[in-house]
């Protein structure tokens, strides 16, 4: 049974609060759209933060096998807010946090592929140009939907939506994954000219316009985007002048070393915008000679900044191996949470 194509009304029990939700949409996202702050990180039924309990209605769970709605969750009716569409009008008790209330409503738009370009062996630039207007803060990503492929894939936007720009783009750096269903599509099918609809703005991990502390960006592999967004957003922000920039890449080997000619191309390098670069595996690979830093990222961070990285605003993005190491290694430096910003890759 599917819902049948009109809006329903969910009621956030102990609270007169209410929101509508369109067909097609779910529940955490129609919450956002709304203003509503309701938790979540990932949007792709990775994470787990989404959870929200059903106290009164019906609902259809679109991907059942979902990695973060376990047995227990189901017994509980508790559910993804992500993975999850009312079939009527629906009562849930989900405790809203300020944190993630939005700073800009999502939005579902068209998005029409216009351009692709390598940046290295396996990450490319894939830009689209959308049919309507969709604001958005330096790091934050959107869910695109790639035909053929069942749910919707996060990707993180790489410029920054300042400006008039008229119609609105977006950018989109991608590293294509073995037999990975979505990036398949975006590299092997989805032809210039090609729509698709798109998501978004969502993400916590965007640029703190008014913080004035140096900044350190680590990105991880396909952690690329987010952090040339932020980059780009510290750039162009008045407010931020003088503040200085580190930005640090990891990779595994040198051929997957990116992202300083986008730095290059900012006004401000090589006086307070600087790009370092570490690699995993010492043995270089037959193309790329290498005379950088080895090691992974969270240990070359703590070499080059030690202590200083108490008095920065960190933000990182990559896969979750690479986070879980990040976040010990500044827990055991004593770097305040606060100053801590990052979306992991699932
Ligand atoms: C917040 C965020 C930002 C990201 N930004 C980037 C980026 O800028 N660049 C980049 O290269 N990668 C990024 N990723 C990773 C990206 O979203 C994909 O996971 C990756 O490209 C692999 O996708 P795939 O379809 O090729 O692989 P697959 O292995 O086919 O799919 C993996 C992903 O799809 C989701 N998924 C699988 N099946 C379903 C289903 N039935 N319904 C719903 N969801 C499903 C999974 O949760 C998982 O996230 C980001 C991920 C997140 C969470
Ligand atoms: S936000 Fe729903 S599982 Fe991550």
Redesign the pocket.
């Known amino acids: 049974m599917h819902s049948d194509g009109h809006a329903h009304r969910i009621t956030l029990a102990a609270s007169d609060q209410t929101y509508e939700c369109e067909a097609g949409d779910v529940m955490l996202r129609s919450a956002l759209r709304a203003g509503i702050a309701f938790p979540y ?6 994470c787990g933060n989404c959870k929200f309990e059903l106290i009164e209605g019906d609902v259809d769970v ?2 059942p096998e ?2 973060g709605w376990t047995a227990k969750d189901r017994e509980r009716r508790r559910y993804l807010g992500c ?1 999850t569409a009312p079939r009527g009008d629906c009562t849930i008790k989900m405790r809203p946090s300020a944190h993630y209330a939005p700073k800009h409503a999502p939005r579902r738009v068209n998005g029409t592929l216009t351009e692709r370009r390598a940046i290295t062996h396996d ?1 490319e630039e894939f830009r689209f140009t959308l049919s309507g207007d969709m604001p958005f803060e330096p790091g934050q ?1 959107a869910l695109l939907k790639l035909p053929g ?8 936007m790489s410029n920054i939506a300042d400006g008039i720009e008229k119609p609105r783009e977006l950018h ?4 294509r ?1 073995a ?6 599509v975006l590299f092997d099918a989805l032809e210039i000219g090609a729509c698709i609809d798109i998501d978004g703005p ?2 916590m991990a965007y640029l703190r316009r008014d913080v004035k502390r140096d900044i350190l960006c680590i990105a991880g592999g ?5 952090m040339i967004s932020i980059a780009r957003g510290v750039a162009a922000e008045p407010a931020l002048d003088g503040i200085k920039l580190h930005f640090l890449y990891g990779g595994r080997t040198p051929r997957d070393v990116c992202g300083r000619d986008m730095l290059e191309a900012l006004p401000g390098w090589a006086e307070r915008l600087h790009f370092q670069a570490a690699v995993s595996e010492v043995v270089p690979d037959s193309e790329t000679a290498w005379d950088g830093h080895v090691g992974f990222v969270h240990t070359v961070a703590e070499t080059l900044f030690g202590d200083n990285l108490r008095d920065m605003e960190i933000y990182f ?1 990559g896969p979750p191996a690479m986070g879980t190491a990040i976040q010990r290694a500044l827990i055991a430096l004593k770097v305040p949470f606060e100053q801590v910003h990052f ?4």
């Not at 990180?41 to 990775?46: P, R």
């Not at 037999?179 to 398949?184: R, V």
Request: with cysteine.
């Open positions: 990180e990932c949007n792709v039924g990775a679109a991907w979902a990695p993975q990450i990503y492929v069942n749910g919707q894939r996060a990707y993180s989109f750096q991608v590293r994954v037999n990975g269903l979505g990036t398949g969502y993400g396909s952690g690329l985007a987010p993005a979306d992991q890759f699932y």
